[in-house]
Structure formats: C-alpha cells, structure tokens
C-alpha cells in the first residue's frame, strides 16, 4: 500500500501529506472495525430489550411499554452487555462482519487475557482513545484484537451451539409473540368465521354480476386508463431530464454530488410516501372530495419519484465504452450525450415507462379508493353502500382491465428487450 | 532508460508518471521517448504493465500526473479542454472492446467519427453533411462493410464490429492513431486481417500508429519499432528484431505473479 | 403469381397459419386504431358541440342509421390505410406487402387493390382464400409478408412514415381527450397555492407531543395511541402478512411449478387452478382486499389488514416463487431420479436447495412492499398508523399530519433499507 519507499520524496512519510493522510486513514480504518461491530452488537441487543418489554408489558401488565426502565438504565444495560458479549464470546456482530476476538501475537486467548480486554475497553475503546495509536493501543496492551475470522475447513457449529444463533432465535421467538398480539384480536378472528356470510354477495357476482352498471363502469374504466396513461406521460417529461442529475457518474465534482444527493434524497422521501397519501394531499389541495386531476397529480408525483430511481439506475449502468470512444474523436459534451449516453438508455427507458405505466394502471383504482376518480372510486363507494354484488362486478372488470395491461406491457417490453 | 535525442520527432513523451488515486497505482513511472512521423510503433507488455494507461494519456482521456507529452510541437497536456478536442479529433482511437454503441447502425457508429468536426447543435441535432455520409459509405466500403451499412453493430461479428471501429477512426482523417490491443480480443486469422487494415492506415494515409498488442509474433511482423512496458516503466526501445530470447524473458518471463498484483 | 409467392415463402400450413393469424391481428388492430379515433372524435364532439352532459353514452348516442356508419367508416379507413402504405398494424406485427418478384408497387396497384377488396371481402365465399393470399392481393400481386430493414439502404424516419405519423396522431388525440375526460384544470391548482402554502407550511413543522405519549384526541375503541405505538403495529402487520404469506405460498408453489406437476392430468388440473389463483388474487390490490375484510372482520381492525396483505401477498409470491421452481436448471433434478428418488424427494434436494436463495430474496422484497401498504391499508379499515393519519387529516390536525407522514418516511426507509441489506447478503 502506498508509494514505493523513495519514489515520490525521500522525505519520512509522516512528514508528506500523501503520508499524514495515509495515516490517518489506517487510524479510520481501524476505528472502523470495531466501530461496526460494536453498533451491530448493541442495536441488535437494544431491539431484544425494546421486544422483552414490550411483549412483557402487553401479556402481563396489559398495557405498552417499550423499555421498562429508565432510558439511562436501558443505555447502561445495552452497552454493557454488548461489551461483554464482545469480549467473552463470538457475537453477532462480529460474525456478521466476518472478525472475531483473537491474539494478535500468535497466543491463544486465555480467559485472563479476555478479563483484561473487557476492563480495557471501557477506558480505550469506548471513548475511542486507543484508536489513536497504530495498531490501536488497546491490541498492543492486551495483544487481543479484532481478527479476521477464518473459516475455512472448520464445520460451522450448529445455530443452537452459537450465542449469535441464541440471539436469533430468541429475537424471531419474541417478535413472533409480540406481532402476534398486538395484531390479533380474538373478536376478530372470531368474526372471521361467524361474518364469512357477510360477503356472499361479492362472491355471487362471480357467477350473476349485475350488468347493469357496465356502462357506467366502463367509462370510469376509461377514465382509470386515461389517468393512468396521462400520468406516466407527464411523469416522463419530468424524469428524463431530472434522471441525469440523478446519475452519480454523471454528477461528478462537489456541485454535482450535491445536487445528485439532493435530487436522490428527495425522490426516495416522495417515493416512500404512497400514492394514496399523495392522493388525500391533493385533493385538499385542489379543495374537493372527488376529483380524477388529484388522482392523476398524485400519481404523477409518484411516478415521478419512481421513474427518476429507475433511469438513473440504468444511467449508472451504462457502458463507459462509448463514452471514451466518442469523447477521443475530439466531440464535445453534449455530443457524447448525444451519441454515446442516449443511444444506450433509449430502449431501457421506454421499457422502464412501459412497467411504471402497468402500475399506474392498478395504481389508479387504488387512488379512486379516497376519491379519485375512476372505477375506484365507483368500487368504494358500492362497498360501503353495502351493494355488494355491484362491488363484485366492479372487482371482476378490474382484474380484467389489469390482466390486459399486464399483458400487453409484457409482450411490449419482451419486444424491446 | 535514457533517452536519445531524435533528428525530427513528432510525439515526444517526456517523463510522463500517472497516479491513479483510488488505490494509489503508480501505473506509468516517469517514461520517456519519441516518435517520427509515420512510424509503427508497438507497445508491448503484461496486462497490467500500463500499456492502456499510456495510450490514454497521450490524448488525455486520462490526465497525467506529471509529465509532457509534445504532438507535433504542442504540448498537449497544458492544452485547455476545448483546445484538447480540436488535438483529439486528429487523433484516431481503436479500441480493445470495440466501444461502439451497440444500438446504433454501423453507418450511424461510423459517423460518430465526424463529431469532432461539426459544429454543436448540428450534431446535437444529428444532421451530418452529406459528405460525410458519403464518406461514411466509402470508409465501410475500405473495410469491405458497406453491405451491412444499416445493420446494427449487435448483430455483427466481432471483426466485423472491429472494422466498423477503424471505419469510425478513418473519419477523423487521423494523423495520429492509437490502437489500444486492437486485436485481443479476436481469433488469429481475424486479427491479421485487422492489423493489415492498420498497416494500410499507416502506409498509404501515413498516420502514425501507435498500437499496443499482447501477442509478439504480431509486434515483430507490424511494428517498425518496438517499446516494452513493465509495470510502467520502459524496459525496451528498439526495431523489431533486436528482442531475442534474453529481453523477451525480461519482459514478460519474471516475474509474472507479481504483475497481477495491484 | 400466386404460385410464385407461394413458393417464395414455403408451402407449410402452419406456416399458412402463421400467415393467416398475422393478417388478421395487423388488421384488427388496424380497425381498432380508428376505432378508438371514432371514439375520441366523437367525444370531442360531444364536448365542444353540446354542452349538456347527461351520460356517457348518452353523449354518444348517435341516430339508427350512426353505429353501422361509424363501424363502415373506420373498417375504409383501415383498408386505406393498409393498402396505401405501412399502416401501424403492419409495423406492430413486424409486416408489409410486398411484391411477389420484390419489384415496387406503385400507386396505381395500391388503389387497384382498395378497389378490388371491396368486391373479394362481401363475396368473402367465393373462392377468397387459395394459396397463400386472398384474391384481390393475388391480382394486384402482392403479399402481406414479414419484412426486415434493408442492411444497404438507410430505413425511413419514423416521422416520414405513415404509421409514424399515425402514432403522433394518436398520442396527441389520447393527451386532448384525456385532458378532458380528467378534467386537467391547472388554474384550480394555482387559486388554491395560498392555502395549500399554509397547509404545507403547517405540514413541515410536524409536530411530536405525541410521538411516546398516547394522544387523548385520537382514540381507537376507547383506547388511546401515541404514534410509536401505532407504527410498532404498522411493522408487525406487515411481519404477520409476510410471513403468513410466505408460509403459505412456499408448499403452493410447488403445485404451480409445471415441471413439478405436468406429469399427470389431476397434476394440470392442479397447476392450473393454483396459477389461476395467483393470477386473479394478485390483481386485485391489497386495498382493495382490505375494503373487504374490513367488512367482514370489522371496521378498523388489524386482523383485517393482515388479511389483506397475507391474501394479496401469497398470491405474488406463489407467482414469482412458482416461476422460480419452473426455471430451475434440470441437472440435479435427473441426478436424484438417476439415483432412485422419489418425486418428493427431487423436490425436497434438487430444486428447493436451488430456489431457496431467490425465495429470501423475493421475500424480503415483498416485506418491503407489505411495510408500504400497510401504512395505508387504514383508509379502507384495516388498521395501523393510517388510521391515525386519516383522522388528523380529517380533523386538519396538519402538524400532527406532518409527524405522521414523517414516521411513515422512516418506517419505510428503515425497512427498505434493512431488506435491501439482507437482499445483498443473500445473492
Ligand atoms: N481507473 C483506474 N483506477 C485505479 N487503477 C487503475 C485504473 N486503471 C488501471 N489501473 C491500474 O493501473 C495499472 C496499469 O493498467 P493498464 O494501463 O490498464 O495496463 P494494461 O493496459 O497494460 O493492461 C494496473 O495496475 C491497473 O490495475
Ligand atoms: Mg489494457
């Protein structure tokens, strides 16, 4: 690593920036590692703790808690028991990152050795003192460090043999019991069976829909694929010029990584917003309780997000080739955007909008739900006017409709392709 | 290696060193030599010795640490980025994996040759002046491709998308060209059939060839002169027959485990 | 002629199918093209020209003699269109007519064959098909042949062509009449920037009284939630769902893989009602499944939502997971019939041990998508951190909106992020 001794200065290299920094950088390195582990140890015992309370608090005490203890108790606790399981034994964190506790020297870890480590660590590796040395002081003391586990030729052990595998299962053991009841009611489960009456009548329109509706609900049908095919239209104009900014090798410089931050950041935050939230937004926006523009506002913003993510994950994808072929032919930047960068996203890029256009699709009726527009709209409101075998009707125009789309999308990608 | 003086040369690369700072690779260390005007000159040496690395610096599609490289009387590594690509568009590039855009047509690759002569937005706008169409045609023709003018170079073979590349480079009308192990990844009797479409370049439209190739029975029967690189630095300068036995197991023979280290 | 164009493309019949089944999809479509431009005049009609709005087709509602007309004009339109040049039909199909002796075809036979269509096709019977082609194109001698582009001539700009044009023809009709049929009213969106600025200003300083503590206003069932309560059981919902789902859809899966079940008639009867299943299951949304287990269940109740994600969840995991055990590669699988095993066997240690790593990850995709519904499955009844967030927006509560939709933000990221890791271990 490095320069060659003598090749760049004869100066020591402690004295050189390049050498400062490389420094600095094992000390980072170093840091790091135990850094990692440490973190991986105490949020995995952390989530244990928060799921014992809670389970306990729910079954016996009836009520929800989350620690059980002080916050200062639950910070001392945790740590501590991520030090000890870090010193003592193989912890989670360590074999998730492939290291484990062992001599640096070449001894065998004795227990005493461990003692010492486990004290040492509350005074070097804790307040991060010992990584300011290198190798970080608290290895040269103790001579244990942070190894690289190997593995090879040695059968693993079995889960229940491992305290990781303890661990584990203790967590799957407790989050089961906890989802379990906090979710499941016994009067609803109850209900399931005595109510399945309840919804005989979306059934029935399996064998007897009613037609009469169909020509209303074939026009909120074209009304679902308008919105759906407007959306993505509109959604495609925005996110083709956004994607570039969105290309991590295209945004080079601090200028441009800030913006790609900027840009990525912001379309994950919209995208993990669903289209339904966005729906109720803009129909308080545009001041009315049913309204096919907010539905299509809604999933324009959605797809907008979505589509960005997509096309610049292409862009970063694309073949560095023809960018250094065009670019030593003496053209210009937007030439090689022209003829080097385009060419290649094209065909990905309609095939992208193809799939997000599919989406939109089933996307739409699930807008209508809270009012905006289509036969969405139209299905919600047959159920909650208790005219259930109009509903049904609905449900089966509606797979129909999504079944064709899926289909054509498909084939028209697999052409492109 | 020191450095000798020529009566009349054209690229003249002094000292050059390239750094790569993501790893900290010395990949050229401090190379110096020179080329006349119209010669073929071979670079051999492992994959890794910085053959690629020293092609690109000459036209500066990667920056050179440190180092002068003169075209013609220029120094082209003081050149701004806009004086650069009228150098680049002298400079013709073949490549080992073709870089052609796979989704465009030959004739379309082909013309991509011209960018650097056409004014932004008419290349933006994708209108080539009819002559360079017409050249275009002509140049596939040279390659023997004008039959397949229109296809797209994904269904060509790989000779085939390899004279589409040198079709594009004799669009630049090069003075120079630089041949990054034009031929690696091709059969035999394909790469001969490549190497003479360069010879022929090097001939008759007398470019400068600058080509770095893997195999030595192809640098012996191409090249009028012959560099050797070894983890980047000059370990050879010479004609053709004055490798023998003793400087091919320097070159490559060694060390050859080490070379793949980075 | 005709026995010329018969021998330039093989004498077959299934390639006479082939033959058959392409001139007749290039010219529905074709038909459907104006179809839908039938449709979206006659709406821009019924818009600009009268302005009352009783019903949609009462909008369309044209005299006895109107349907007929509309049916006639668009069927000529198509037969110009495919006679005269390349009509988007043929373009999609990938045909075009084409001279038996590969010479041009001029104008003259172009509208030769528009005549001669209107005398083959009512006396459809008689003698319509022989050979390959029908009997108006075998006079003009053409035939409507799969091409490819010219490898030595430049192909045409999309944009001189006539299915080119068509197709901006059509994608303009679709942006106007969408326009209108949605209703695109940006004034709207600008009148109401005040508020909406207010709304949003609101929004943006969320605020967080409540984040541990129950909030006294909101109360489900006379108990009240913080938001964290509410987001705990948001996660769970979305844990009970995928792994119920997946519990479920791994044994049917193996009923909806082909080469697993294609061995035996009671095996594709199987297969086929479990990939039916799937099929429909799946294209109904989880909201909508939740709209009715809500009814069912009850309102409100978290059971309701599992159900919904667990129903929708196993019919797209069955999907992909079926899909998967059909790509399995048939090495191993012979290998353990070579060795004597039985067909629980070959399943058991030739194809799970090869499908395992994409089930994970499939899995953990689809809990990503689970966490995401089910934040919203509330709005239909079927509980979780939606319930909390429709009734603040109803009350216009923005800032708590604001700090739910932020939690919202965070779960999903969280949970995006950890499976996103787990995907990466795995493959
Ligand atoms: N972009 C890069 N970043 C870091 N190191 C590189 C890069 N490109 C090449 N190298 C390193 O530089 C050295 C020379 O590479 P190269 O010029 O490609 O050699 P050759 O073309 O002879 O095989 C190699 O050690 C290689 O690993
Ligand atoms: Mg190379």
Redesign the interface.
């Known amino acids: 690593m490095g320069y060659p001794e003598g090749y760049l200065s004869e100066r020591p290299a402690w004295t050189t920036g390049a050498g400062i920094q490389d420094a600095l950088a094992r000390r980072a390195i170093a840091a790091r590692r135990y850094l990692g582990v440490f973190l991986l140890d105490a949020g995995a015992l952390a989530i244990l703790w928060i799921l014992v309370s809670y389970v306990y608090a729910w079954y016996v005490l009836g009520t929800t808690a989350y620690t059980l203890v002080p916050w200062w108790a639950f910070a001392v606790g945790v740590v501590e028991a991520a030090a000890v399981w870090g010193s003592f034994g193989l912890s989670l964190g360590q074999r998730l990152l492939g290291r484990a506790l062992g001599p640096t020297q070449g001894q065998e870890a004795s227990s005493g050795a461990r003692v010492r480590y486990f004290l040492l660590w509350h005074v070097l590796v804790l307040p991060g003192v010992g990584f300011l040395f290198d190798p970080p002081l608290h290895e040269r003391v103790t001579g244990l460090g942070l190894r690289p586990r190997g593995t090879e030729g040695v059968a693993p052990a079995p889960w229940y043999r491992t305290s990781a595998g303890l661990f584990v299962a203790a967590l799957l053991v407790v989050t089961c019991a906890a989802a379990v009841g906090v979710t499941v009611s016994w009067s609803a489960l109850v209900r399931l069976f005595r109510q399945a009456g309840e919804t005989v009548d979306f059934w029935r329109a399996l064998v007897s829909p009613d037609t009469s509706i169909l020509l209303d609900a074939g026009r909120d049908m074209i009304v679902t694929v308008f919105m759906a095919v407007l959306s993505t239209l509109f959604a495609v104009v925005v996110a083709v010029p956004l994607s570039f900014f969105a290309a991590r090798n295209l945004m080079r410089g601090p200028l441009g990584r800030s913006v790609y931050t900027v840009l990525r950041g912001a379309m994950s935050i919209i995208r993990s917003i669903e289209p339904i939230i966005w729906a109720i937004i803009f129909l308080v926006w545009v001041t009315a309780l049913r309204s096919a523009f907010a539905g299509i506002l809604a999933l324009w913003v959605h797809s907008i997000a979505d589509l960005v993510k997509l096309y610049a994950e292409r862009l970063e994808a694309i073949d560095q080739g023809p960018i250094e072929a065009i670019t030593s032919s003496g053209a210009g930047r937007l030439s090689v955007l022209r003829y080097a960068i385009i060419p290649q996203i094209v065909n990905p890029y309609i095939s992208f909008t193809l799939y997000r256009w599919d989406i939109n699709i089933r996307m739409a009726t699930v807008v209508g739900l809270v009012g905006g527009g289509g036969i969405g709209q139209r299905l919600i409101n047959y159920i909650w006017g208790v005219q259930y075998r109009q509903a049904g009707t609905v449900m089966i125009l509606i797979v129909i409709l999504v079944w064709a789309i899926d289909y054509l999308s498909a084939r028209l990608r697999a052409k492109l392709a | 290696m020191v450095w000798q003086p020529m009566a009349n040369p054209y690229l003249v690369v002094e000292h050059l060193t390239k750094v790569y700072e993501r790893g900290q690779v010395l990949a050229l260390r401090d190379l110096s030599f020179a080329v006349e005007k119209g010669e073929f000159l071979v670079v051999i040496g492992l994959s890794g010795s910085g053959k690629s690395t020293l092609l690109r610096c000459i036209n500066r599609l990667i920056e050179p640490t440190s180092g002068k490289i003169w075209l013609d009387g220029v120094d082209v590594t003081r050149l701004s980025q806009a004086r650069m690509r009228r150098v680049r568009r002298r400079i013709g590039m073949i490549f080992q994996q073709f870089n052609l855009v796979d989704r465009s047509t030959a004739i379309g690759n082909v013309l991509t040759g011209r960018l650097g002569y056409l004014p932004g937005w008419r290349a933006l706008l994708g209108w080539f002046p009819k002559e360079d169409r017409e050249k275009a045609l002509a140049n596939l023709e040279r390659v023997g491709l004008r039959d397949k003018a229109y296809v797209r170079v994904d269904q060509l073979s790989g000779g085939q998308r390899q004279r589409v590349g040198i079709a594009r480079a004799l669009m630049q009308d090069p003075e120079v060209l630089l041949a990054d192990e034009p031929v690696s990844a091709l059969d035999p009797a394909t790469s001969h059939s490549i190497m003479q479409y360069l010879e022929q370049m090097n001939r008759h439209d007398g470019a400068t060839v600058i080509a770095s190739l893997h195999f030595l029975s192809l640098a012996r029967r191409y090249g009028t002169r012959i560099i050797a690189l070894k983890d980047g630095q000059l370990v050879f300068d010479g004609p053709p027959n004055a490798i023998d036995n003793a400087k091919f197991k320097e070159i490559y023979g060694e060390d050859a485990e080490e070379v793949e280290v980075r | 002629m005709s026995g010329e164009s018969a021998a330039v493309v093989g004498s077959a019949s299934g390639d006479r199918l082939a033959v058959l089944a392409r001139r007749a999809l290039s010219f529905f479509l074709d038909w459907m093209v104006w179809g839908y431009v039938a449709y979206c005049v006659m709406y821009l009609l019924n818009h600009y020209w009268y302005t009352v709005h009783v ?3 009462g909008t369309l509602t044209l005299p006895s003699w109107g349907w007929p007309l509309v049916v006639l004009a668009t069927l000529e339109l198509a037969v110009w269109c495919r006679s005269l040049g390349r009509s988007l039909g043929q373009r999609a199909i990938g045909v075009a007519f084409q001279d038996a002796a590969g010479g041009r075809i001029t104008v003259g036979r172009r509208l030769g064959r528009i005549l001669l269509w209107h005398i083959s096709v009512p006396l459809f019977a008689v003698g319509f098909w022989r050979g390959w082609d029908p009997w108006h194109d075998r006079v003009v001698g053409v035939g409507l042949r799969p091409i490819s ?7 045409r700009r999309a944009l001189a062509t006539q299915w080119g044009m068509v197709a901006l023809f059509l994608g303009a009709l ?2 106007w ?3 209108l ?5 940006f004034q ?2 600008a009148r ?1 920037a005040a ?2 600025r207010r ?1 949003w200003g609101e929004m943006l300083r969320p605020d967080f009284r409540y984040f ?1 503590a129950p909030d006294p206003v909101f109360s489900l069932r006379a108990l009240s939630y ?1 938001i ?2 509410l987001a ?2 948001t996660v ?2 979305a ?2 769902a995928t ?1 119920l789902g997946a519990v479920i859809a791994f044994p049917l899966s193996f009923l909806g893989a082909r080469n697993v079940m294609g061995f035996s008639p009671p095996g594709w009867a199987a297969y086929g009602i479990v990939r039916g299943f799937f ?2 299951f799946r ?3 989880t ?2 499944w939740g ?2 287990f809500a ?4 309102y409100g ?4 939502g ?2 919904a994600l667990t129903v929708h969840t196993v019919a797209a995991l069955g999907k992909l997971y079926s899909e998967q055990v059909e790509g399995v590669s048939p090495g191993p699988l012979e290998a353990v019939w070579a060795a004597g095993g039985s067909r629980v066997q070959v399943v058991r240690h030739a194809v799970i041990p090869q499908v395992l790593p994409s089930f994970w990850a499939f899995t953990l995709y689809r809990w990503d998508i689970n966490v ?2 089910s ?2 499955i509330a ?2 009844g079927g ?1 979780g951190i939606g319930d909390m ?2 009734y603040y ?1 109803n009350q216009g509560d923005w800032p708590k909106v604001g700090a739910v ?1 932020i939690v ?2 965070a779960i ?2 969280a949970m ?1 992020y950890i499976s996103g890791r787990l995907r990466e271990r795995i493959a």
Do not use: C, H, Y
């Not at chain 3, 049929?181 to 009213?185: A, D, S, V, Y």
């Open positions: 019903d949609w087709w582009p010219d490898p030595e001539r430049p192909g679709t942006l009449v969408g326009w049929i949605i209703g695109i009213n709207v969106l109401r508020q909406t709304i541990t913080s964290l309560d705990v059981v769970f919902m844990l009970m792994i099929n429909v294209s109904i949304e909201i909508i709209s009715i009814v069912w269940v009850g109740t978290t059971l309701a599992i159900l995401r519904m934040t919203v709005l239909v509980g967030l429709f927006k939709v919202i933000v999903v990221w995006d």
